[in-house]
Nanobody, 115 residues
Framework: QVQLTESGGGLVQPGGSLRLSCAAS????????GGWFRQAPGKQREFVAH???????LYGDSVKGRFTISRDNAKNTMYLQMNVLKPEDTAVYYC?????????WGQGTQVTVSS
């Protein structure tokens, strides 16, 4: 059974940084599609970034140049480094894994950007 566990969320001031982690058990990020999405109150879930094998990562327009997705295959963990955070980045962040045609989601971690 595949399980994804996010961590690293919290409260940060505008301009600050956070790094989110997503640890996978029961499957591997290596060779599969790993991604991050977010959902703010009253809004639809929004694409943030994804990484596929050794291909160039893809980012949503609102986070380009500020967020970086990466993966540590040895730890079977995916990361989202978030810099220059803005109040509009406030949301619950979810990691996603697509493997063998199945889609798995983590439980989400809250990120709040506020002074």
């Amino acid at each position: 059974q595949v399980q994804l566990t996010e961590s690293g969320g919290g409260l940060v001031q505008p301009g600050g940084s956070l790094r989110l982690s997503c640890a996978a058990s029961g499957s591997m990020f290596s060779g599969n599609v790993g991604g991050w999405f977010r959902q703010a109150p009253g809004k639809q879930r929004e694409f943030v970034a994804h990484i596929i094998g050794s291909l160039t990562p893809l980012y949503g327009d609102s986070v380009k140049g500020r967020f970086t997705i990466s993966r540590d295959n040895a730890k079977n963990t995916m990361y989202l480094q978030m810099n220059v955070l803005k109040p509009e980045d406030t949301a619950v962040y979810y990691c996603k894994l697509v493997t063998n045609g199945n889609v798995y989601w983590g439980q989400g971690t809250q990120v709040t950007v506020s002074s």
